[in-house]
């Protein structure tokens, strides 16, 4: 017999982490998250707070209709407007036996004297008639004592075993300011479980937790430990101030450290967490930090020598969680702090042909490059390797000749480009005077890089301020820096690319790719 018990993952990406301040998304955005959390094996989707505005509400409403697997859920205060407008909008869900509605009230002394203005009582009345309306909607009912890290234990047991009694079917404990420490939590969610649990009622009790002090994935793991068996998450830990609980760090604690969880399992499809962090990064424009565990962009890159050559030599050194399990893979970037061995180890992949006997000479160069920048590139690397100063301008612009502009919708760039000796006038066409810019030099160089990173930086003040842009930028397997510095940030991005072009040609030049 299988006698291990399902952890129910419910995630707010769309609710508590699309409210925080430069999340928005439009409607086609929340339902590509959307289908994608389905497609991850999420249980329940926290879709919108409906109740907020006609546009949350179209919304949720949309999300209800077309994305099938999960339950849809509208969150609610326990005000009559609110679970009027969460149990329409989720009314195609709940139509197929999917549809829930999150019903919450502040519970602790500052919320109630200060902001609701309400006495205890009044809050356990108003609690009470929320859930029973819902039940018009729903059976499905989940109540939130919001501050609930903040609220006195044993006002905290009076106000759930009403909202038992009314009806709900889970309740969730908010740490809504992440006040408490993972072993605070853990006292409490226990005690609350154990004077609460409805006699011949399955009451699934939940988590949801902020980051303020920076606990919120580890305040969830504990709630887990003490019997809850939901836990509330975002993808990337996004949300109110500080964020949530990290969808990917409390998967990754569960599936990591079955020693700590026996029993526990979640339908999540790991592999799949690491592309839905890129669609939402895509779809926000907003990155995890580069050391976000699982998703940041470093989370698997080994920098140093010594950890670089302790993986070479066995994963589990420093990469005892597999990379490949989350959709990702782990990388050696080349930085100054990385050693011959990997070096060579590099030069051999990417089949740049060295001499074995000149590496003292190439590791001199290399280091010499290296100090100055975050990452080598693989221009450096040949740079390196060949002792070149500088790449050749195989490729040239005319600053003064650039033309970019907008005519009948179309973004276009007019440049004079000189190549191996010859000049010619181009004109490229994009989605924007970048995008053309990058056309028109394409056209000129016969090659098409794929831009995987862009950055501009302002270097000086004001209106005029000369910018640096940067394109990191791979063709064949091989991957170059090119770098634009111009007061016109279109021009300088041109300048940028035409860089990048230069170098991977000559690292083309001087490769054997497959
Ligand atoms: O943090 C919080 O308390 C919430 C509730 C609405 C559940 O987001
Ligand atoms: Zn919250």
Redesign the pocket.
């Known amino acids: 017999m299988d006698e291990k018990e399902k952890l129910i993952v419910f995630d707010t990406t769309l609710r ?1 982490g699309e409210q925080a301040p430069g999340f928005w998304m439009n409607t086609d955005s929340k339902l590509k998250i959307a289908y994608a959390l389905a497609d991850l094996g999420v249980d329940v989707i926290e879709a919108g707070f409906p109740g907020s505005s006609k546009g949350d509400w179209n919304a949720v409403y949309k999300i209800a209709e077309e994305v099938k697997g999960p339950e849809i859920c509208g ?1 609610a205060r326990c005000i009559e407007k609110d679970i009027v407008a969460a149990g329409t909008a989720i009314e195609p869900a709940t139509a197929r036996g999917k549809g829930r509605i999150h019903v ?1 009230i502040a519970t602790s002394q500052v919320h109630r004297e200060n902001k609701l203005r309400k006495s205890k009582q009044e809050i356990i009345d108003m609690a009470v008639s929320g859930i029973e309306l819902a039940k018009s909607y729903t059976d499905n009912i989940e109540f ?1 004592c ?2 609930f890290g903040r609220t006195e234990l044993e006002y905290t047991v009076e106000v759930v075993n009403a909202a038992i009694a009314a009806g709900a079917t889970t309740i ?1 404990l ?1 740490d ?1 300011v992440g006040y408490r420490f993972p072993t605070e939590i853990e006292k409490m969610v226990k005690y609350v479980i154990e004077k609460t649990r409805g006699v011949g009622k399955k009451i699934i009790y939940s988590i ?1 937790a ?1 980051d303020d002090l920076g606990n919120a994935s580890v305040d969830t793991l504990y709630a887990v430990g003490a019997g809850v068996r939901q836990v509330e998450v975002t993808m990337n830990g996004i949300g ?1 101030r500080a964020g949530n609980s990290a969808l990917e760090c409390v998967i990754a604690g569960i599936t990591e450290r079955p020693d700590f969880f026996p029993g526990i399992y979640t339908d999540i499809i790991t592999e799949k967490i690491i592309p839905v962090s890129r669609l939402l990064s895509g779809i926000t424009g907003k990155h995890p930090q580069l050391n976000n565990p699982i998703t940041g962009r470093n989370a698997f890159r080994h920098s140093s020598g010594i950890h670089q050559d302790g993986v070479n030599k066995d994963k589990n050194t420093y990469e005892w969680i597999s990379p490949e399990r989350y959709g990702g893979c782990g990388e050696m970037p080349l930085t100054a702090r990385s050693g011959q061995n990997q070096v060579k180890r590099t030069l051999d992949e990417k089949k740049i042909p060295y001499d074995p006997e000149d590496i003292g000479n190439i590791m001199a160069r290399f280091k010499d490059y290296a100090d100055g920048v975050d990452e080598v590139y693989d221009d450096v690397l040949v740079m390196a390797v060949r002792g070149d100063n500088a790449i050749p301008e195989y490729y040239r612009m005319d600053s003064d000749a650039f033309e970019p502009g907008i005519r009948n919708n179309q973004a276009y760039a007019r440049m004079t480009m000189g190549r191996d000796g010859t000049e010619e006038q181009i004109c490229g066409y994009g989605n924007g005077m970048i995008d053309a810019a990058k056309d028109a030099i394409n056209k000129s160089t016969g090659l098409s890089l794929d831009i995987m990173g862009y950055k501009s930086v302002s270097t000086t003040t004001g209106a005029n301020a000369e910018g640096i842009e940067t394109v990191i930028a791979k063709n064949n397997g091989y991957t170059v820096r090119g770098v634009g510095v111009d007061c016109d940030t279109v021009r300088g991005a041109a300048k940028a690319y035409l860089d990048a072009s230069n170098r991977m040609r000559y690292v083309l030049e001087h490769t054997s790719p497959s």
């Open positions: 508590d969150l919450f939130s919001e501050d969730n908010p809504t949801h902020h109110e």
